[in-house]
């Protein structure tokens, strides 16, 4: 096996063209799972027979909880590669990130309060799954913040990359110890997110959603990488020959 | 200035030449006392200008004070409510003092070029690195650490809880100090850092929070408090393996 194919992401106008011939391939999958697991979800599945029909937000909540994390984590990868081997490429994939994980971060937030509201009769409860949410906006926006106090662009990539790794560091860590601290101060009523084992019927949207959101994260990405490629190369001679066509 | 100039420089003097037949394993070793001998140096030195302007050392420890005294104007001077709540009082005070004495650990040395130099001197800034964070900590944590009883018995802390407040605030303090060099050195050169300084250390923080406030509680209420103690110990001894580490790194990423 080659190493080719790796060697050629260090090339921007590759890596531009790459994801303008994928984004389709991500974005269609994503809007037909998408649109499946709606249906499914909101339509198809029975109502809970303890929540009712307030159980449905899970089908966006839950994915977008889901992706919060993952992205950071896809996040850190990228900032690391881009650490270790110098992969310009990956600077601008870390980069492209972290609006979108924050996004996804706002949304989880957004419907586990909600969802709250129903469920436990209060729309924050200091549960250790939203906490640790909360927290974790916090760190996309502390990168953010990182990245936009550093008017160099490069200088920007490598410290927001070190911050990015040194988070992924401590996620976990902050995870266990709001857990850790949760237990302490169990609340009598707090319920847990979808802990009861799930019916088939609910539980196939949730899988759908699931793919689908992964896959538009992807697409999104894909896009932002790209405006992030055009940006960085702004003064590259390939530019506006790709815009031409 | 000259002060800090003159002491920067005999930091990093050339060092005395080494046994030129060496082997390897000698040189190494010969290394590893150079990068000692610079960072017990760093360290001296950070100390010596410290003491020769006070009102760094003094100010996050009229802080610390300062934010203790706002609870009880802001709450009720009621002893036992004060009680209640004086873990999370203490450790939010210790928490935003020490973030505020990080603008100390880099501003000055970055000013002047001795962070440059620190960085061109062939010694491992690693090491450098640590050298001055441990000064940092001895110059702020350390004294928060010992004025905590205070701020504790002004909100009704009883005295046998005095000796478990101390050695929680100096352990934890540790890893307040690893983590704040990070974020300290991430964002040299970038004016009016404050906030973004402490919306990059706070959440990373948290943990520390967590464990020192519940080792704080259970020394009040008289339990023993070793589990939450060694949860704060072993993220130190986390912290000082890999944050002089990062915050090398960082430095360098910032002088570039």
Same mark, same amino acid.
């Given at each position: ?6 060697? +050629? ?23 037909? *799972? ?74 989880? *937030? ?36 990182? +990245? ?98 | ?43 001296? +030195? ?108 002004? *909100? ?95 430095? +360098?990423?910032?002088?570039?």
């Amino acid at each position: 096996m080659t190493w080719t194919w790796f060697h +050629r992401l260090g090339s921007p106008p590759y890596v531009y063209a790459l994801a303008a011939r994928l984004t389709p391939w991500f974005a269609w999958p994503a809007a037909l *799972l998408i649109a499946g697991g709606l249906a499914g979800g909101l339509v198809l599945a029975p109502p809970d027979y303890q929540q009712g029909d307030g159980f449905r937000i899970v089908y966006v909540h839950a994915p977008s909880a889901w992706m919060s994390l993952m992205v950071y984590m896809t996040m850190a990868i990228a900032a690391a590669v881009a650490l270790i081997w110098r992969i310009k490429v990956g600077h601008a994939v870390a980069a492209a990130c972290a609006p979108i994980g924050a996004s996804f971060t706002f949304v989880a *937030l957004v419907t586990g309060a909600l969802y709250g509201a129903p469920m436990w009769g209060t729309y924050w409860e200091w549960d250790p799954r939203l906490t640790s949410e909360l927290i974790l906006l916090f760190l996309y926006l502390g990168y953010m913040g990182l +990245r936009a106090g550093l008017e160099d662009t490069q200088r920007a990539d490598r410290a927001s990359a070190l911050l990015a790794v040194a988070g992924s560091v401590n996620v976990p860590i902050i995870h266990y110890s709001v857990t850790w601290w949760n237990s302490l101060h169990q609340a009598p009523t707090v319920m847990q997110f979808g802990k009861p084992k799930m019916a088939l019927a609910m539980l196939v949207p949730l899988l759908m959603m699931l793919a689908g959101f992964t896959l538009y994260f992807v697409a999104v990405l894909l896009v932002r990488l790209r405006g992030e490629v055009l940006s960085r190369e702004r003064a590259a001679s390939w530019i506006p020959e790709v815009l031409k066509t | 200035m000259s002060a800090r100039v003159t002491s920067a420089a005999r930091a990093l003097a050339p060092e005395p030449a080494v046994g030129q037949g060496g082997a390897a394993a000698a040189s190494l070793g010969a290394d590893a006392a150079a990068a000692l001998r610079a960072a017990r140096l760093a360290l001296l +030195r950070d100390l010596t200008l410290a003491f020769r302007q006070r009102s760094q050392l003094i100010q996050p420890l009229a802080f610390f004070a300062m934010v203790t005294l706002l609870f009880p104007l802001a709450i009720s001077p009621e002893l036992s409510r004060l009680r209640a709540i004086a873990p999370g009082v203490l450790w939010v005070a210790a928490l935003l003092a020490s973030l505020l004495a990080l603008e100390f650990l880099f501003r000055d040395d970055a000013h002047d070029g001795t962070l440059e130099q620190y960085a061109l001197s062939g010694q491992s800034l690693t090491w450098l690195m640590f050298a001055k964070t441990a000064a940092h900590w001895l110059l702020t944590g350390l004294p928060l650490a010992l004025m905590a009883p205070l701020a504790g018995l002004s *909100l009704g802390v009883p005295v046998a809880a005095l000796p478990g407040i101390v050695v929680s605030v100096a352990v934890g303090s540790v890893t307040l100090s690893l983590i704040g060099s990070i974020g300290a050195a991430l964002t040299l050169g970038i004016k009016r850092s404050g906030t973004l300084l402490s919306l990059l250390t706070l959440p990373l923080s948290l943990p520390v929070l967590i464990f020192g406030a519940r080792a704080t509680e259970l020394a009040i209420n008289g339990a023993p408090l070793a589990a939450p103690l060694e949860l704060l110990a072993a993220l130190a001894v986390l912290g000082i393996t890999l944050a002089p580490l990062a915050a090398a790194a960082a430095v +360098r990423i910032s002088l570039e």
